[in-house]
């Protein structure tokens, strides 16, 4: 798993996952969530469009990370969720806690 961290002027983070988000890879998604928190960007856009496979330990994580994200004041949401990941958003009816947006800017609006 590959996973890129864009910190934007308006204090949103961009954190970009490609590959398999599963038990193997999630402790490091965790990892990158909380430093770009540290690093005072306290809202957090996980783009998910190249993830390929989440299984429940991903999401986990992404469940983990929403909590302490909203701990710290800000929140996390979700991008363009690839379609095996929405699947399993909408399976586990987690597509209501963690929210889907077609863009960073639309999932934190700025001006």
Aim: avoid cysteine; glycine fraction near 8%; charge should be negative.
């Amino acid at each position: 798993m590959d996973i890129t961290v864009v910190h934007h002027p308006f204090g949103v983070a961009e954190v970009g996952v490609a590959g398999r988000l599963n038990m193997v890879t999630a402790a490091r998604l965790r990892e990158a969530i909380q430093g770009a928190v540290d690093d005072h960007h306290p809202n957090v856009a996980v783009d998910m469009s190249r993830v390929v496979f989440l299984d429940s330990s991903g999401l986990g994580a992404l469940i983990a990370s929403l909590k302490a994200v909203r701990a710290s004041g800000g929140d996390l949401r979700l991008v363009r969720p690839a379609e095996q990941a929405q699947l399993v958003l909408e399976l586990t009816n987690m597509g209501s806690v963690l929210a889907s947006f077609d863009s960073v800017d639309a999932a934190f609006p700025h001006d």
